[in-house]
């Protein structure tokens, strides 16, 4: 069973740039979820998508960050302009639902996006 | 504010050795304690822990929560180079899925 895929794996980029990352979760998961890691800290919700609709986009800087899940399946995630403090890991997850499994989630390798 | 505090923070041993790793938590509406493993990559999932009392065992890795105290170890016995990585705790919270980390535990097992 193929992975979380996550594209592009490494990007720099200068502050008030804009940036996009793509997602692809697992065949079949219906929830998709976008974190920010940054250096020291543990992930943080920024957005969760359940089939094409959001669940839950309470942490998402809205003035700059923008996310959306066309069709249900393939996520990108837009950050415009970019700030230093945007600088972190931005990892993908996706799990299955309903019940308890929904907590399993399974991450993509992750973008490192270094705002310069 | 849900808060999940994990410790150490960093903890260095040589192989052989046994590790206790620490998770405390205060989460409204819980549902589910989960620890994961994160190398150079994405964090991979080892176990989920729903009632009390239950040990949940994976090799050389074990894991037990109390949901009186709010808090769950992970250990690791007999450690080995490939065991360093950042252990994080996470908690699920609600019907929706969500999960609240915490900041993680940066385990490096010297040869």
């Known amino acids: 069973e193929a992975g979380v895929a996550q594209s592009p794996r490494y990007k720099i980029i200068e502050k008030r740039q804009s940036v996009a990352f793509w997602c692809n979760p697992i065949?079949?998961?219906?929830?998709l979820y976008w974190y920010q890691q940054i250096l020291g800290q543990g992930p943080k919700l920024l957005i969760q998508f359940q089939n094409n609709g959001v669940v839950d986009d309470s942490q998402l800087p809205k003035d700059r960050f923008s996310a959306e899940r066309l069709k249900g399946v393939d996520s990108t995630l837009k950050i415009q302009p970019a700030k230093l403090e945007d600088s972190a890991v931005y990892l993908c997850?996706?799990?299955?639902?309903?019940?308890?499994?929904?907590?399993?989630?399974?991450f993509g390798p992750g973008t490192r996006l270094t705002v310069t | 504010e849900d808060k999940v505090v994990q410790s150490p923070l960093s903890l260095v041993v040589h192989e052989g050795d046994t590790v206790t790793l620490n998770c405390s938590y205060e989460v409204t509406n819980f549902r589910s304690l989960l620890w994961y493993k994160q190398e150079k990559k994405a964090p991979t999932f080892l176990f989920m822990l729903t009632s009390s009392g239950i040990e949940k065992k994976s090799g050389r890795l074990s894991s037990i929560l109390d949901k009186k105290e709010l808090f769950s170890i992970l250990n690791i016995t007999a450690t080995q180079t490939g065991d360093s990585a950042i252990y994080l705790c996470a908690v699920g919270s609600g019907n929706t899925g969500k999960l609240i980390f915490g900041q993680g535990t940066t385990l490096q097992v010297k040869p």
């Open positions: 065949s079949g998961h219906a929830t």
């Open positions: 997850a996706s799990s299955i639902r309903p019940g308890l499994k929904t907590y399993e989630q399974y």
